[in-house]
């Protein structure tokens, strides 16, 4: 069993590595390219949208979230497109680094989802209170 979840755990790695490669493509299409550029930027963010030290949410989050979001965008990406991706992938097996964009998008991300819990209920709920 553990023998397989470092062989996914390898597999998803050089399919994030090869999403890299295909979102830098000018054959890619802009949604296909948006929406990989999100899903490396929420896989190499160091922070997630439910943070790890949640039990069980932390981590589901990481193992749901990342591999639907790759599948998704793989399926946006043209086929050429995605084997010369595979190929380079595999021909310079890069390591990902954390990601200084993915953590600003997610401290966005987090700020946007403040602003409209405050907007929509909190304040509201702040000013009936008073």
Known sequence: MWQRLREFARHLKAELLAL????????????????????????????????????????????????????????????EVLADARARAAAHPARLARSAWGLALMLALYALAVWLLWRWWLGPWWQHRS
């Open 20 to 79: 890299s490669f295909a979102a830098r493509d000018p054959r890619t299409p802009w949604p296909a390219r948006a929406l990989a550029l999100l899903v490396l930027a929420y896989a190499l963010s160091p922070i997630d949208l439910i943070p790890d030290f949640i039990p069980v949410l932390g981590q589901l989050d990481d193992l749901l979230l990342v591999p639907a979001g790759l599948w998704l965008a793989l399926r946006l990406i043209p086929a």
